[in-house]
């Protein structure tokens, strides 16, 4: 029986570990892992730090990894889950239809989300927020409400990083 397949969308200046940490530990749960980009070639990450006297993090060059598909060519329907790290991708892959294409698939079949930091994003810009709660990096908190949705801290476990539907109070 082949192995379940994860997609994760990125692209470069994308948070390092919030790529790899993923892509390493579910190749190690035996999924496949597929990393998509805007284009197939070497991506480039970042890191971001805090460092004292700035007002917000610094970034640095981080590890450089192949994207495996373009968005374009990929068939959502043959993942079983999604994953959207940080970092600065987010800003710039959450314009490409395609990528769009892709996260609106795995919210209309209500496969499983992995978000992260500033992925919230592209979630956004999907339109697939409204009425939900999800972990962010607390600086996108007037971009999740823009959208429909409440921020719920920011990714601490990776239990947390999942996107959630709203669900009414039970009295």
Not at 47 to 66: A, I
């Amino acid at each position: 029986m082949p192995s379940p397949k994860v997609l994760i969308v990125t692209g470069d200046a994308a948070e390092s570990l919030e790529v790899m940490y993923p892509y390493q530990r579910l190749k190690e749960e035996g999924y496949e892992v597929h990393i998509a980009a805007p284009s197939k070639k070497k991506l480039r990450f970042v890191v971001h730090d805090f460092e004292p006297g700035y007002d917000t993090y610094t970034e640095k060059p981080g590890y450089s990894w192949d994207a495996h598909i373009a968005f374009a060519d990929v068939n959502p329907a043959d993942y079983a889950a999604l994953v959207i790290p940080g970092g600065r991708a987010p800003e710039y892959i959450r314009n490409d239809s395609s990528c769009q294409k892709i996260v609106r698939h795995f919210f209309e079949h209500q496969k499983p989300v992995a978000q992260l930091c500033h992925a919230g994003l592209v979630l956004a810009a999907c339109g697939v927020l409204k009425g939900r709660r999800t972990a962010a990096y607390p600086a996108l908190e007037p971009d999740i409400k823009a959208a429909g949705a409440e921020r719920k801290g920011a990714c601490s476990r990776a239990r947390d990083c999942r996107v959630r539907r709203t669900e009414p109070e039970e009295n």
